[in-house]
């Protein structure tokens, strides 16, 4: 009974792990790595990088073969991709902005267009109206206002598409956009799914892969010769997701059959090594469930922490085994009371380190600190009190005393580096001083997963379109969709001289999509009745040559949209307005409205004068308005939290310090357990900077995990020196395997070409294998002072 | 002295029969590659402009005048001076209409209707045969001194909004663009170079 409740309750806790683990959603996208409770302006931006209209752009390029041939691929997909239900929108440059909904602005013009007012609908107003459109009959672009001239004298229906026009288009190669040096055909589509939504961006990139292939077989020719790329928030959410998986499982793979390697060489027991690992399974399983439960989604990169768990929990199963002395069984009481009290202080300290990771306040660290605090736990309780039962009578690994003496012999040398590691130290602190402004990056991009090859596509497209980076923009938050409307409104009058001085280039507005109500009543209610505007027509167009007679269609319209019930999203309903609106005004949740403003620089590629836009704002006095820069915004937070990231880790730190003094009750034996941790992280920070790597949020992990691992070797220093000498070898051998097989996992990382993982896995690799070295150098010599140890057990 | 004259009457000689050699040559040549050659190596820089343009929804015809300004290959300004101040500007695919502040931009891509007429004549003072011959069927008549191209749309759909426009000139000059629309409307330009 005694030997098999533990199993019992183990493989029930395996179960239900298993179960939680089966009903987990894994995900990829960076908003993890956002904070879990932002302000309103800081969930307003995660909402906006998650489902905004920002998100939800797919850039589309087509390469190889020629330009007309790319342009005939450009059509062919547009028009298969405006056919699919699972894209919101696209636009090839055939037919730019929203002229295709010519029609609908023509019917709605007097309820829409930014210039209907009382003035000029007045005489004089419509006297300059109508000679300008007189005028543009007589120009080139007289064909396209001719068709309308009857019914739309004022020219209403060409100013509400003039003002909905983006502000920077993109040039044109045989009919269809074009990349600046007329390589590649381009077009911008948007999805239905939002961003965050990945499996919906998925379907959507299938989707787009499946017309472009259609399209080439239909032109056929050398249509094959051309190649689809594509862009976008929620492409790169796709793409970073199957490459975390895709590393994620090699590396872990990999680093499993490394560890494996490793340790069938040293055990020669096939037994040994699959009961060595029943650790790390546990742990692995315990901490995905945890993950699952606590956040409710797991994500990738926490995954990619299954490799570096591996590297830490196989440890505890070869210090039983190989602890173990000759003619005793491995975990057997002696096992315990002489290793265990080790093992369980090194797992304390972990875990007193993972913890300023849970206490981050970043979702995505948080992630990473529970699973690792969690897996710990698990694979330690199962080392401790599962495996020994599982092991069978008279199981002994292989003897590793040989060995050990050769390290034991080394270990003495080692001493002889004490004023090495000393000197290596200081110089890495001088470094890490001199170069402290340098120490820590503080763009949220060095977390990114997407390869940096991914991202100068994309950023080479986006220029190439000139495209709003959609970076900038100014919020409006209101109670209601008309309040939020009013304000939007309110917000662009603010805008408009700063459009006109120069200092912004343009600004979208839902309002020009669709107006208040209290606009377009005010509009209409600027239109004449049919009697007042045939009055004002006949002076209006003394000496022009246009008799007001003819305008009798023009009169009738106005009569007729004075009595049209006003533009609401329903009459947008399926028109390209509303897929524009619908990325430009959200109604969350809460039952709040936000109007988003998007900013376009003067120039494409400059920054937008902030603090013109924030006073323009302020002298407006526009309620809920606020001006949101994204890019700055989210290194805003992510510095800030990388400082309380940081301040956690002090934190953890102290917790550490005062564990082991609770522990060991020695200033001097804490002094020298912590002295080759210590070494060990300022040296691995300061080569990292040496080299040119900014240590990111992950780096900091990285040396947590260094922390983690190493204060088990020098704590096992520390009970050589105070506890009896016997079994120094093999504590010597376990030590050794223990940390080959860490740096064989996290080296194996530091391959990955995702920074997170490259970060952990340089971060470790290095930490481990410097740690145990400066452990053994600045430890005691073994058998120091057994006096004082016993004292102190 | 003498001997001056009679090299200067000699040297008059030899231009005279260079001249006529060359317009022979030319003659034996005249056709639409060598006018497009002609125009494309001389093309214009500034010019006056008088256009008349009728159109049947207005009660008479439009007058205007004012600069025009040809940047090869693909910019043309058009400044109108009279009866008020507007700025046309075709460039790549965007026209840019300019009047009393307010201004509209037509992207040609958008409105084949208004690619048309432009690049009937940016692509004669371009001399850019291949940018013609990709809208319309080009004929040319007369000589090099007195010529006549008359373009036409190839397609049907634009033939339905133009039917043909006939610029004519002499040499390197271009002296007269006549539009004439499917619907009746017609412009008629007349251009003299400044110097």
């Given at each position: 009974m005694r030997r098999a409740l533990p199993v019992a309750l183990w493989l029930l806790a395996l179960a239900l792990c298993a179960v939680q683990v089966a009903r987990t959603r894994f995900v990829a996208d960076l908003s993890s790595f956002l904070p879990a409770a932002p302000t309103p302006e800081q969930r307003l931006l995660v909402d906006e990088l998650r489902e905004g209209a920002f998100s939800r752009v797919m850039i589309l390029a087509i390469e190889g073969s020629d330009a007309a041939t790319r342009a005939r691929l450009s059509r062919a997909l547009a028009a298969r991709l405006a056919a699919?239900?699972?894209?919101?929108s696209v636009q090839d440059g055939a037919a730019e902005g929203f002229a295709r909904d010519k029609d609908f602005a023509f019917a709605h013009r007097y309820a829409l267009?930014?210039?209907?007012n009382a003035q000029r609908f007045g005489e004089a107003g419509l006297r300059a109206a109508i000679s300008d459109t007189i005028s543009l009959l007589a120009s080139p672009a007289g064909a396209l206002v001719k068709p309308l001239v009857l019914r739309d004298p004022t020219g209403e229906t060409l100013a509400l598409l003039e003002s909905l026009r983006p502000a920077h288009a993109p040039r044109s190669v045989e009919g269809v956009w074009a990349s600046p040096d007329a390589t590649r055909a381009l077009l911008v589509a948007t999805t239905r799914a939002g961003g965050s939504d990945i499996d919906g961006q998925a379907l959507a990139m299938e989707d787009a892969h499946g017309a472009f292939d259609a399209a080439v077989r239909e032109i056929g020719a050398n249509a094959s010769a051309a190649r689809l790329l594509m862009t976008g928030p929620g492409v790169l959410s796709v793409r970073s997701r199957s490459l975390v998986k895709h590393d994620v499982e090699r590396f872990s793979v990999l680093g499993l059959a490394i560890v494996a390697t490793l340790l069938l060489l040293v055990y020669r027991s096939p037994l040994a090594l699959a009961l060595g690992l029943v650790p790390v399974a546990t742990g692995a399983l315990v901490g995905i469930a945890a993950v699952s439960l606590g956040f409710g989604v797991v994500h990738g990169i926490t995954l990619g922490f299954g490799t570096t768990l591996i590297g830490e929990a196989v440890d505890y199963s070869i210090y039983l085994f190989v602890q173990a002395g000759r003619g005793e069984r491995a975990g057997d009481a002696a096992w315990l009371a002489r290793f265990w009290p080790t093992i369980r202080l090194g797992v304390l300290t972990s875990i007193a380190g993972f913890s300023a990771l849970l206490f981050s306040g970043l979702p995505g660290l948080a992630q990473l600190g529970l699973y690792s605090i969690a897996g710990l736990a698990a694979a330690a309780l199962a080392t401790r009190f599962v495996l020994p039962r599982l092991l069978p009578a008279r199981f002994q690994v292989r003897d590793l005393s040989a060995p050990g003496h050769a390290l034991e012999s080394a270990a003495r040398s080692a001493s002889r580096l004490r004023a090495g590691v000393a000197a290596l130290a200081g110089a890495a602190l001088v470094v890490l001083l001199v170069k402290h402004a340098q120490?820590?990056?503080?763009?949220?991009?060095?977390?990114?997963?997407?390869p940096a090859a991914d991202r100068a596509l994309d950023a080479e497209l986006r220029a190439a379109l000139g495209a709003s980076d959609a970076r900038s923009m100014v919020i409006v938050r209101a109670s209601s969709e008309q309040a939020a409307l009013e304000g939007a409104e309110r917000a662009g009058r603010a805008l408009d001289p700063l459009v006109e001085r120069g200092r912004l280039g343009a600004y979208q507005s839902p309002a020009r999509f669709l107006p208040s109500l209290a606009t377009q009543r005010s509009r209409l209610a600027s239109l004449p009745d049919p009697a007042t505007l045939r009055a004002r027509l006949k002076p209006a167009l003394a000496g022009l040559a246009l008799r007001p007679e003819r305008l009798e269609p023009f009169v009738e319209d106005v009569a007729h949209a004075r009595e049209a019930p006003p533009v609401t999203r329903a009459t947008l309903a399926g028109s390209s307005f509303a897929a524009a609106l619908d990325g430009m005004l959200f109604h969350d949740a809460a039952g709040g409205w936000t109007a988003v403003l998007g900013l376009a620089p003067e120039k494409p590629g400059t920054p937008i004068d902030a603090r013109a836009v924030r006073e323009a704002l302020a002298k407006a006095n526009v309620a809920g308005a606020s001006f949101l820069d994204l890019k700055d915004e989210l290194d805003r937070l992510y510095s800030g939290y990388l400082h309380r990231a940081l301040a956690m880790s002090a934190i953890g730190l102290v917790a550490i310090v005062a564990l082991l003094f609770l522990a060991l009750r020695s200033a001097s034996r804490v002094a020298t357990v912590m002295a080759p941790l210590a070494a060990g992280v300022a040296v691995v920070a300061a080569a990292h900077v040496l080299l040119g790597t900014r240590l990111s949020i992950l780096h900091l992990v990285g040396l947590l995990l260094v922390v983690a691992v190493g204060s088990n070797y020098a704590l096992f220093f520390d009970r050589l020196a105070f506890?009896?000498?016997?079994g120094t070898p093999r504590t010597l051998a376990s030590l050794a395997l223990a940390n080959a097989t860490t740096v064989a996992s996290f080296g194996l990382l530091a391959?990955?070409?995702?920074p997170v993982l490259h970060a952990i896995g340089s971060t470790v690799a290095a930490g481990a294998f410097a740690t145990l070295v400066f452990a053994a150098a600045l430890a005691?010599?073994?058998?120091?002072?057994c006096a004082a140890s016993g004292a102190a057990r | 002295m003498s001997s001056r004259r009679s090299r200067l009457a000699l040297a008059r000689a030899a231009a005279l029969a260079l001249a006529l050699l060359a317009c022979t040559a030319a003659r034996a040549a005249w056709n639409v590659d060598a006018l497009m050659a002609l125009l494309h190596a001389h093309p214009p820089k500034r010019a006056h402009f008088d256009e008349q343009k009728s159109v049947s929804i207005l009660d008479r015809p439009l007058d205007s005048s004012g600069e025009l300004v040809f940047t090869p290959p693909d910019r043309l300004e058009k400044h109108v001076t009279s009866p008020g101040e507007e700025r046309i500007v075709a460039d790549r695919d965007r026209l840019v209409v300019e009047r009393g502040g307010r201004r509209q931009v037509v992207d040609f891509r958008e409105h084949p209707e208004v690619a048309v007429l432009i690049e009937s004549i940016r692509g004669t003072l371009a001399g850019d045969r291949a940018a013609l011959e990709r809208i319309y069927d080009l004929s040319l008549s007369g000589a090099q001194g007195s010529w006549r191209l008359v373009l036409v749309p190839r397609e049907a759909s634009l033939r339905s909004l133009v039917a043909r426009v006939a610029i004519e000139g002499s040499g390197a000059e271009v002296q007269r663009v006549e539009i004439e629309q499917a619907d009746g409307d017609r412009s008629l330009m007349q251009i003299r170079p400044e110097k």
């Amino acid at each position: 009974m005694r030997r098999a409740l533990p199993v019992a309750l183990w493989l029930l806790a395996l179960a239900l792990c298993a179960v939680q683990v089966a009903r987990t959603r894994f995900v990829a996208d960076l908003s993890s790595f956002l904070p879990a409770a932002p302000t309103p302006e800081q969930r307003l931006l995660v909402d906006e990088l998650r489902e905004g209209a920002f998100s939800r752009v797919m850039i589309l390029a087509i390469e190889g073969s020629d330009a007309a041939t790319r342009a005939r691929l450009s059509r062919a997909l547009a028009a298969r991709l405006a056919a699919d239900p699972r894209f919101a929108s696209v636009q090839d440059g055939a037919a730019e902005g929203f002229a295709r909904d010519k029609d609908f602005a023509f019917a709605h013009r007097y309820a829409l267009s930014p210039e209907v007012n009382a003035q000029r609908f007045g005489e004089a107003g419509l006297r300059a109206a109508i000679s300008d459109t007189i005028s543009l009959l007589a120009s080139p672009a007289g064909a396209l206002v001719k068709p309308l001239v009857l019914r739309d004298p004022t020219g209403e229906t060409l100013a509400l598409l003039e003002s909905l026009r983006p502000a920077h288009a993109p040039r044109s190669v045989e009919g269809v956009w074009a990349s600046p040096d007329a390589t590649r055909a381009l077009l911008v589509a948007t999805t239905r799914a939002g961003g965050s939504d990945i499996d919906g961006q998925a379907l959507a990139m299938e989707d787009a892969h499946g017309a472009f292939d259609a399209a080439v077989r239909e032109i056929g020719a050398n249509a094959s010769a051309a190649r689809l790329l594509m862009t976008g928030p929620g492409v790169l959410s796709v793409r970073s997701r199957s490459l975390v998986k895709h590393d994620v499982e090699r590396f872990s793979v990999l680093g499993l059959a490394i560890v494996a390697t490793l340790l069938l060489l040293v055990y020669r027991s096939p037994l040994a090594l699959a009961l060595g690992l029943v650790p790390v399974a546990t742990g692995a399983l315990v901490g995905i469930a945890a993950v699952s439960l606590g956040f409710g989604v797991v994500h990738g990169i926490t995954l990619g922490f299954g490799t570096t768990l591996i590297g830490e929990a196989v440890d505890y199963s070869i210090y039983l085994f190989v602890q173990a002395g000759r003619g005793e069984r491995a975990g057997d009481a002696a096992w315990l009371a002489r290793f265990w009290p080790t093992i369980r202080l090194g797992v304390l300290t972990s875990i007193a380190g993972f913890s300023a990771l849970l206490f981050s306040g970043l979702p995505g660290l948080a992630q990473l600190g529970l699973y690792s605090i969690a897996g710990l736990a698990a694979a330690a309780l199962a080392t401790r009190f599962v495996l020994p039962r599982l092991l069978p009578a008279r199981f002994q690994v292989r003897d590793l005393s040989a060995p050990g003496h050769a390290l034991e012999s080394a270990a003495r040398s080692a001493s002889r580096l004490r004023a090495g590691v000393a000197a290596l130290a200081g110089a890495a602190l001088v470094v890490l001083l001199v170069k402290h402004a340098q120490v820590w990056d503080p763009d949220i991009a060095s977390l990114n997963p997407v390869p940096a090859a991914d991202r100068a596509l994309d950023a080479e497209l986006r220029a190439a379109l000139g495209a709003s980076d959609a970076r900038s923009m100014v919020i409006v938050r209101a109670s209601s969709e008309q309040a939020a409307l009013e304000g939007a409104e309110r917000a662009g009058r603010a805008l408009d001289p700063l459009v006109e001085r120069g200092r912004l280039g343009a600004y979208q507005s839902p309002a020009r999509f669709l107006p208040s109500l209290a606009t377009q009543r005010s509009r209409l209610a600027s239109l004449p009745d049919p009697a007042t505007l045939r009055a004002r027509l006949k002076p209006a167009l003394a000496g022009l040559a246009l008799r007001p007679e003819r305008l009798e269609p023009f009169v009738e319209d106005v009569a007729h949209a004075r009595e049209a019930p006003p533009v609401t999203r329903a009459t947008l309903a399926g028109s390209s307005f509303a897929a524009a609106l619908d990325g430009m005004l959200f109604h969350d949740a809460a039952g709040g409205w936000t109007a988003v403003l998007g900013l376009a620089p003067e120039k494409p590629g400059t920054p937008i004068d902030a603090r013109a836009v924030r006073e323009a704002l302020a002298k407006a006095n526009v309620a809920g308005a606020s001006f949101l820069d994204l890019k700055d915004e989210l290194d805003r937070l992510y510095s800030g939290y990388l400082h309380r990231a940081l301040a956690m880790s002090a934190i953890g730190l102290v917790a550490i310090v005062a564990l082991l003094f609770l522990a060991l009750r020695s200033a001097s034996r804490v002094a020298t357990v912590m002295a080759p941790l210590a070494a060990g992280v300022a040296v691995v920070a300061a080569a990292h900077v040496l080299l040119g790597t900014r240590l990111s949020i992950l780096h900091l992990v990285g040396l947590l995990l260094v922390v983690a691992v190493g204060s088990n070797y020098a704590l096992f220093f520390d009970r050589l020196a105070f506890a009896a000498s016997t079994g120094t070898p093999r504590t010597l051998a376990s030590l050794a395997l223990a940390n080959a097989t860490t740096v064989a996992s996290f080296g194996l990382l530091a391959f990955s070409s995702i920074p997170v993982l490259h970060a952990i896995g340089s971060t470790v690799a290095a930490g481990a294998f410097a740690t145990l070295v400066f452990a053994a150098a600045l430890a005691r010599e073994p058998g120091y002072n057994c006096a004082a140890s016993g004292a102190a057990r | 002295m003498s001997s001056r004259r009679s090299r200067l009457a000699l040297a008059r000689a030899a231009a005279l029969a260079l001249a006529l050699l060359a317009c022979t040559a030319a003659r034996a040549a005249w056709n639409v590659d060598a006018l497009m050659a002609l125009l494309h190596a001389h093309p214009p820089k500034r010019a006056h402009f008088d256009e008349q343009k009728s159109v049947s929804i207005l009660d008479r015809p439009l007058d205007s005048s004012g600069e025009l300004v040809f940047t090869p290959p693909d910019r043309l300004e058009k400044h109108v001076t009279s009866p008020g101040e507007e700025r046309i500007v075709a460039d790549r695919d965007r026209l840019v209409v300019e009047r009393g502040g307010r201004r509209q931009v037509v992207d040609f891509r958008e409105h084949p209707e208004v690619a048309v007429l432009i690049e009937s004549i940016r692509g004669t003072l371009a001399g850019d045969r291949a940018a013609l011959e990709r809208i319309y069927d080009l004929s040319l008549s007369g000589a090099q001194g007195s010529w006549r191209l008359v373009l036409v749309p190839r397609e049907a759909s634009l033939r339905s909004l133009v039917a043909r426009v006939a610029i004519e000139g002499s040499g390197a000059e271009v002296q007269r663009v006549e539009i004439e629309q499917a619907d009746g409307d017609r412009s008629l330009m007349q251009i003299r170079p400044e110097k």
